[in-house]
């Protein structure tokens, strides 16, 4: 019985796809993806700059209000 390799079924005439073994994958090598890398890491970094300062403003204010109701209360408590 003779094997016809030329069939191709229903799928395989509709999927564009080429993720099969024998076939070579084509690249177009314009390194598009270590661009886009490149602009996500520096926008994390900003990202992370802005975080950190964001928290030291947040932990200088509230230690600040902190002292603040300590000293209202200590005045209050501390009449003679």
């Known amino acids: 019985m003779e094997v016809n390799?030329?069939?191709?079924?229903?799928?395989d005439q509709w999927d564009t796809r080429?993720?099969?073994?024998?076939?070579?994958k084509h690249?177009?090598?314009?390194?598009g993806a270590e661009k886009y890398k490149k602009k996500v890491g520096e926008g994390l970094e900003k990202t992370?700059?802005?975080a950190a300062t964001g928290f030291k403003?947040?932990?200088v204010g509230?230690?600040?209000?902190?002292?603040?109701i300590k000293d209202k209360y200590h005045k209050t408590t501390s009449k003679n």
């Open 48 to 50: 992370k700059t802005v």
């Open 5 to 11: 390799n030329s069939y191709t079924s229903w799928a």
């Open 62 to 68: 509230t230690s600040a209000g902190l002292h603040w």
């Open 18 to 24: 080429s993720d099969y073994p024998g076939e070579p």
């Open 27 to 31: 690249n177009s090598g314009g390194g």
């Open 57 to 59: 403003k947040v932990k």
